[in-house]
C-alpha cells in the first residue's frame, strides 16, 4: 500500500510558475513509477506527466505541457515534483498525483495507476 499527498498548489497569473509536490509513503514507494494528471471542470482527468523508476528515472510528457513542465523525483524523500512554468489559464485544474507499479505500463493510461491523491487546485488567471 502507497499513500500519496499533493501539494503546492494555488493561485498565479498567466506566465508565473509554481512547483508542486507528492509525498509517497509506504513500502517500496521508490520502486513505483509516479505521475501527474490534471482534471479541469466539465473535462476528463488528463495526463500531464510521469516519471519512471528504472532507465535512470525516465520522464514522459503530454504535448501541451512539454518545454513547460518538469517532472523529478527524489528518491531519498520519497517525493516527486512539478515544476510548472509559462502557466496559462487553461493549465487551471485539480492536479493529482499517482503511483503504479506494473510491467511495460502505458503511463499516460491512468487505469495504470493504482494510487492517487486526493488532488491539489491550481488556478491561473489571465
Known amino acids: 500500500q502507497v499513500q500519496v499527498v499533493e501539494s503546492g498548489g494555488g493561485l498565479v497569473q498567466a506566465g508565473g510558475s509554481l512547483r508542486l509536490s507528492c509525498a509517497a509513503s509506504?513500502?517500496?514507494?521508490?520502486?513505483?513509477?509516479m505521475g501527474w494528471f490534471r482534471q479541469a471542470p466539465g473535462k476528463e482527468r488528463e495526463f500531464v506527466a510521469a516519471?519512471?523508476?528504472?532507465?535512470?528515472?525516465?520522464?514522459y510528457y503530454a504535448d501541451s505541457v512539454k518545454g513547460r513542465f518538469t517532472i523529478s523525483r527524489d528518491n531519498a524523500k520519497n517525493t516527486v515534483f512539478l515544476q510548472m512554468k509559462s502557466l496559462k489559464p487553461e493549465d487551471t485544474a485539480v492536479y493529482y498525483c499517482?503511483?503504479?507499479?506494473?510491467?511495460?505500463?502505458?503511463?499516460?493510461?491512468?487505469?495504470?495507476?493504482?494510487?492517487w491523491g486526493q488532488g491539489t487546485q491550481v488556478a491561473v488567471s489571465s
Open positions: 509506504g513500502r517500496t514507494s521508490s520502486s513505483y513509477y
Open positions: 499517482a503511483a503504479g507499479r506494473r510491467s511495460s505500463p502505458l503511463l499516460y493510461n491512468r487505469d495504470e495507476y493504482d494510487y
Open positions: 516519471v519512471v523508476s528504472w532507465n535512470g528515472g525516465m520522464t
